[in-house]
C-alpha cells in the first residue's frame, strides 16, 4: 500500500473514532507512516520546572519566496484571520492549555503527501509551523505541525519550543490509541495521547519522512 493511501486510511479511521468519541481532538495523531518506532522521547516526571521562552529580537520574517525545498513559499497569516486562529485551535483540541496563546512564529505553506502522491486529495495539503506559548503556563512552550487535508485537520507533530528548522529527532508524531491516557513527555507541551515516533525519518521500519524534501525547507531559519 503506497504512502499517501496508507496515511489516508490512518487519518480517515482516527476521525471516525473522534466522531464516535463526540469530539475532534484525536485528529491531531495521524500521520504515522506505518506504526511508532522507538520513541525518541522519555516521560515527564513531574519535577521539570519551566523557564521563560526566548523570544526574537527583531520580529521573524512574514513570507518566504519558492525554492526547490519549499516550492510554493510561505506566508504568515494575518493577526487575527481565520487562518491564523485555525491552527491555534487544533493545537489547543489535541493537547489543551488555558488562557492566551503567544504565538512567537507562524507559517503556511502548501504541498503534497510524502511521499508525493498522484492522488488529487493528497496534492494541496495545507500545512502551518506554529511556535507559541500559553501566557498563563510557561510550561506550555512548544512547536507545532498543523495540517488541513480535504478530509480532515489536526497536529501531526511536535517539537521542544528551543529546537530549530526540521530536524530528527526533536519533531515528534503520535500514532493516537483508543483508551489511552494522554501523557507528558520531557521537553514537549502539555499532554499527548498515542505511541511517539520520529516524524523526520518516519515509523515502523519505513523511511518515510514526515514532509516531503520538496517542503521541508518551509522550516529553514524556524
Do not use: H
Amino acid at each position: 500500500m503506497g504512502r499517501g493511501r496508507l496515511g489516508t486510511f490512518v487519518l480517515m479511521a482516527v476521525l471516525l473514532a473522534a466522531c464516535q468519541r463526540g469530539d475532534n481532538a484525536s485528529a491531531g495523531f495521524v500521520n504515522s507512516p506505518a506504526g511508532p518506532t522507538a520513541s525518541p522521547v522519555r516521560i515527564a516526571t513531574g519535577s521539570e520546572s519551566p523557564t521563560p521562552p526566548a523570544t526574537p529580537g527583531p520580529p521573524p520574517p512574514t513570507s518566504g519566496a519558492p525554492t526547490d525545498a519549499c516550492v510554493g513559499g510561505w506566508v504568515t497569516p494575518a493577526a487575527g484571520s481565520p487562518d491564523a486562529t485555525k491552527p491555534i485551535t487544533w493545537i489547543r483540541k489535541v493537547s489543551p492549555f488555558t488562557g492566551e496563546a503567544v504565538v512567537v512564529d507562524m507559517r503556511l505553506f502548501v504541498g503534497g503527501e510524502s511521499p508525493i502522491s498522484d492522488k488529487n486529495y493528497a496534492q494541496d495539503i495545507r500545512r502551518w509551523y506554529v511556535k507559541m506559548y500559553a501566557k498563563d503556563d510557561l510550561s506550555y512552550q512548544g512547536r507545532f505541525l498543523v495540517e488541513e487535508r480535504r478530509f480532515g485537520t489536526g497536529v501531526v507533530a511536535v517539537a521542544p519550543y528551543d529546537t530549530t528548522g526540521f530536524s530528527s529527532p526533536d519533531w515528534i508524531g503520535f500514532q493516537y490509541q483508543v483508551g489511552v491516557e494522554p501523557k507528558a513527555y520531557e521537553g514537549l507541551p502539555g499532554t499527548w495521547n498515542g505511541l511517539p515516533y520520529d516524524f523526520v525519518k518516519g515509523g515502523g521500519g519505513l523511511d518515510l519522512p514526515g514532509l516531503p524534501a520538496e517542503i521541508a525547507g518551509c522550516l529553514d531559519g524556524t
